[in-house]
């Protein structure tokens, strides 16, 4: 089981990042999926979940408005638009299986992938 992020880079404040998570060794399909970031001397903290059929999509306040979640389950991939960066987004992207719940959402593995960094100057 594999999940593995990319699409991370360095950009200015107010630029547009597009990062993908390809899914591998299981079908993501039946699961809902979610992007969970970690800054530097932060814990890991869900961003952007999204149902396994795409309906339900959830955000955290912090992005809400300015990220985009979407999912394409015959190619076992899973988006995250990000425009309006600001410098508090700059950290390491995660995808995960995740499970949601109303406005929350969280990661039902334990594992954790490389991740792509995403780095926002001022």
């Known amino acids: 089981v594999q999940l593995q992020a990319s699409g991370g880079g360095l950009v200015q404040a107010g630029g547009s990042l597009r990062l993908s998570c390809v899914a591998s060794?299981?079908?993501?399909?039946?699961?809902?999926a979610g992007w969970f970031r970690q800054a530097p001397g932060k814990e890991r903290e869900w961003v952007s979940c999204i149902s396994s059929d795409g309906d339900i999509t959830v955000y955290s306040d912090s992005v809400e408005g300015r990220f985009t979640i979407s999912r394409d389950n015959a190619k076992q991939l899973v988006y995250l638009q990000m425009d309006s960066l600001k410098p508090e987004d700059t950290a390491i992207y995660h995808c995960n299986a995740a499970g949601l719940a109303g406005p929350n959402c969280w990661s039902l593995r334990t594992e954790w992938g490389q991740g792509t960094q995403v780095t926002v100057s001022s």
């Open positions: 060794g299981f079908s993501l399909h039946h699961y809902g």
